[in-house]
């Protein structure tokens, strides 16, 4: 007698998943995201700071592509940590552009073939648009007297930096901390023994940099916070007076890749556009919009970031002081590597 | 008692089972339901299983397989280097010991303020009673960001905290106060219908008979509502055994010390290691079963005793 009713469940159940079924693919549909109008729409899948960057030049890009081509583009942002972002894309989200904090997160794209091995080469300068460098928050008046990395672990200095396992940022900041004992002659113990004692002395490890930077300028926990330029400046005219830029005597240069995925840009046809949009990056206008931002553009003389502003001297070495990424990542921020390292309760 | 926010589940009693009799087999005048022999109260048995059983396989069974076959594609040998390291023994005991201590902390103060929201009536009532549900809408990572905020050296409850030795920002007090804050709706929600469901001429008989007022409670009330606590205790703690957004917040996550397995999770993932990342997960899931299954043993037992 309860026949019926388990056909009628059976029935509602098949239906139900056919719908849900039928929904994931039409999403999947690529011919769905050019409309009718021949506006060509571009997912720019990015990394959390640069939320207010790619806000302006998708703006600017918008109608330099209008005039210049005579076609309406519509470009979506998606922000979150960079790591995650590739993950994302990885698993199927239809970025037409990718443009990650680190070379790793781009790189994994590759490896999962949604971009060819040689996605460096398209754009100038290793696909690097514009840079940063690493440098140090501190509160006003700079009490602990914190002018480059030595100080760090002088007194009793305390320190805010994000997990380098989780974040990008916490990444280059280990790096930089590595580098500037490299970089000045130090031999590879003595930069264990200085980031080990920077890490002791760090009494939060964030996983993201903007929840580093609340720990810092909105709980004020610790004396300095390493940061990249660029979120340095925002968080210091948040701040309302409270904070100040520290530039040490030299930095980390800090290279955020760009790519366009040729797997999603071949089905929907919009390669031209997404070329377009990361060519973008390195016109004059593009560049302009990049310094503004407090992002250091790529190429010879730089935009300033606003009239009279100029770019402070700072010497800076790159990720091959340390052996490029592909050796750095599992070394120094993989299970059991050197940042785990310190960790250990009777080593390190 | 009135019961204006009572979350007992109230069964809708489906009217089909008196239009449902087949057309032609005369509705006699002892009415339908002498036809529908040993038929259940509820009507649809057959299509409530099947949209259950779609429901549990394709919503719970399916994602929790796919993951421990991921972790399981490593290999017996590969998954305990991935899954038992000490820093991941560190950070099972952090993530269990917090939880533990929150759930118990969330069912003593559930039974309470249960209590309190069953039984006297007070100005503010109601609206103290909406205010207990709020911990659920609200995205955990705000009551992580708030609460660290608090009990910082600076911030408003720490200036006084901090000096007396109570740190309840980046500590392990820490993740047991928003451990305490997301799971104690579930404490306090469980309780409140039993309780308002007691039956009060028992306590006042239990009272006129000579029993003081701690008697009262012990032998007549408590037996009546412990099952329900112990529910509350086992839904606090799963809760809390699977809050991330929350503690990354306020714990610090120190390594060895403050840092609870979900956040391996996600360092495991930012390498792109997957099927390590997910062993992880999987260890975590099978001491939440252990756990719950020994809670809902002992819950068992008391319904038994209670009756």
């Known amino acids: ?348 | 008692m009135p019961s204006p926010q009572s979350t007992m589940i109230a069964f809708a009693v489906d009217p089909s089972p008196l239009q449902a009799p087949p057309a032609g087999r005369g509705r006699s005048a002892a009415g339908p339901y002498r036809r529908r022999r040993r038929s259940a109260v509820l009507p649809g048995f057959g299509t409530s299983a099947a949209i259950t059983s779609t429901v549990v396989l394709s919503l719970i069974v399916f994602p929790l397989a796919v993951l421990v076959l991921r972790a399981a594609s490593l290999g017996p040998g590969g998954f305990i280097a991935a899954a038992w390291t000490p820093r991941a023994r560190a950070a099972y005991a952090v993530s269990l010991g917090a939880s533990l201590i929150a759930a118990a902390a969330s069912s003593l103060l559930g039974l309470v303020v249960a209590w309190v929201l069953a039984r006297i009536e007070f100005p503010g009532r109601r609206l103290l009673d909406a205010l207990v549900d709020v911990p659920l809408a609200l995205p955990t990572a705000v009551a992580g960001l708030v609460y660290s905020a608090l009990y910082v050296p600076q911030g408003w409850l720490g200036q006084w905290l901090v000096p007396l030795g109570i740190k309840g920002a980046y500590s392990f007090l820490g993740i047991v106060l928003v451990l305490v804050f997301v799971s104690l709706p579930f404490a306090i929600r469980v309780v409140q219908p039993v309780i308002e469901s007691l039956d009060r001429d028992t306590e006042e008989a239990a009272r006129i008979l000579g029993a003081s007022r701690l008697q009262t409670f012990l032998r007549v009330v408590l037996p009546g509502i412990l099952p329900a606590v112990v529910t509350g205790f086992a839904l606090s703690l799963a809760r809390a055994l699977g809050e991330y957004g929350s503690v990354v917040f306020i714990s610090g996550n120190m390594p060895f010390k403050t840092e609870i397995a979900p956040v391996l999770v996600v360092a495991r993932l930012e390498e792109f290691a997957y099927a390590e990342a997910t062993t992880v997960a999987v260890m975590l899931l099978a001491m939440s079963l252990a756990l719950l299954v020994i809670v809902n043993a002992l819950q068992q037992r008391l319904t038994h005793n209670a009756r």
């Not at chain 1, 995650?84 to 490896?111: F, H, M, N, Y």
């Not at chain 1, 916490?170 to 264990?192: I, M, N, P």
């Not at chain 1, 553009?297 to 300033?304: I, V």
């Open chain 1, 1 to 348: 007698m309860n026949r019926p009713w388990t056909a009628v469940g059976l029935v509602v159940c098949l239906g139900v998943i056919a719908v849900a079924g039928g929904c994931g693919r039409s999403t999947a549909d690529p011919t769905t995201r050019v409309d009718a109008l021949g506006a060509v729409e571009l997912l720019n899948v990015s990394y959390d700071p640069t939320r207010e960057l790619y806000r302006d030049i998708n703006q600017t890009f918008v109608r330099h592509y209008a005039e210049e081509h005579g076609r309406a583009v519509e470009i979506k942002q998606s922000h979150a940590a960079s790591g995650s972002q590739a993950r994302a894309v990885i698993d199927g989200l239809e970025a037409d552009v990718v443009t990650l904090a680190v070379w790793p997160d781009v790189e994994a794209v590759a490896k999962a073939g949604l971009l060819s091995s040689d996605w460096e080469k398209r754009f100038d300068n290793q696909s690097v648009p514009y840079h940063s460098v690493v440098v140090f928050v501190v509160r006003k008046g700079n009490p602990k007297g914190i002018k480059d990395w030595p100080d760090l672990v002088k007194d009793d200095v305390s320190i805010i930096t994000p997990n380098p396992k989780t974040s990008g940022n916490g990444k280059y900041s280990f790096l930089a901390a590595w580098g500037s004992v490299l970089a000045t002659g130090g031999e590879e113990e003595d930069a264990r023994a200085f980031v080990t004692e920077i890490y002791r002395r760090t009494p939060v490890l964030d996983t993201g940099a903007r929840a580093a930077t609340a720990t810092f300028s909105q709980k004020g926990i610790g004396d300095v916070h390493l940061t990249f330029e660029n979120e340095a400046h925002l968080e210091v005219d948040e701040s309302g007076g409270e904070l100040e830029i520290v530039y040490p005597s030299r930095s980390i240069r800090v290279d955020p890749p760009v790519a366009v995925v040729d797997t999603t840009v071949d089905k929907k046809g919009t390669r031209h556009a997404a070329e377009a949009y990361l060519g973008f990056l390195y016109s004059p206008e593009g560049r302009a919009i990049v310094a503004k931002h407090h992002y250091r553009p790529w190429g010879e003389s730089p935009p300033m970031p606003a009239p009279g502003e100029v770019w402070p001297e700072i010497v800076t070495f790159d990720i091959s002081l340390v052996g490029g990424w592909q050796a750095a990542t599992p070394r120094f921020f993989g299970e059991g590597g050197v940042f785990d390292s310190i960790y250990q309760p009777n080593g390190g």
